[in-house]
Antibody, heavy 115, light 107 residues
């Protein structure tokens, strides 16, 4: 069945770079797009960006200068890198399979930005 | 960016009651709207896509409607397991944007 699972550090220091991995199963990254979405504690959801099945990317302009999404199709993994982290980047980060909507989401990974 | 205005922010319903949640877009999103349920500490679960299409496995008491800029989610007969947060997502134009959410509780 379709599964997505995020992994990465739970704690990142301010000004450092966040690196997350989304490992997928049950579908091919050559056929589906994968999005990243984040949710600060007790707050709403923010769409961050997408990597198309073709490998192209699109980012939220609010994050574009800090964000990079890539993938390794052979390993069924999608990668998120975001630099210059600040405390307001503390959030649960989700990857989700998407077309015009996001149909399957990972369990999320909580990332705290703190010294 | 397309703004999604969701209402109400919270709702308390009795078992068996029918409730509605609304999302209004700041421009036409051509039915590119999805509804999700999120329970505490869990990831969002897709309920409705393309404004009115029921995701496989979702109970038929959930339904969606709307077009243009106005959309709604209806739960016909509130059940205990329907408690949670609900939000809408527009996938018409980048960046995708979400409604602010509705907290649904049992009265």
């Amino acid at each position: 069945q379709v599964q997505l699972k995020e992994s990465g550090p739970g704690l990142v220091q301010p000004s450092q770079t966040l690196s997350l991995t989304c490992t997928v199963a049950g579908f091919s990254l050559t056929s589906y797009n994968v999005h990243w979405v984040r949710q600060p504690p007790g707050k709403g959801l923010e769409w961050m960006g997408v990597i198309w099945n073709t490998g192209g990317t699109r980012y939220n302009s609010a994050l574009k200068s800090r964000l990079s999404i890539s993938k390794d199709t052979s390993k069924s993994q999608v990668f998120l890198k975001m630099n210059s982290l600040q405390t307001e980047d503390t959030a649960t980060y989700y990857c989700a399979r998407g077309r015009g909507y996001l149909d399957y989401w990972g369990q999320g990974v909580m990332v705290t930005v703190s010294s | 960016d397309i703004q999604m205005t969701q209402s109400p922010a919270s709702l308390s319903a009795s078992l068996g009651e029918t409730i509605s949640i609304e999302c209004r877009a700041s421009e036409d999103i051509y039915s590119n709207l999805a509804w999700y349920q999120q329970k505490s500490g869990k990831s969002p679960q897709l309920l409705i896509y393309a404004a009115n299409r029921l995701q496989d496995g979702v109970p038929s008491r959930f339904s969606g409607s709307g077009s243009g800029t106005q959309y709604s989610l209806k739960i016909s007969g509130m059940q205990p397991e329907d408690e949670g947060d609900y939000f809408c997502l527009q996938g018409s134009k980048f960046p995708f944007t979400f409604g602010s959410g509705t907290k649904l509780e049992i009265k």
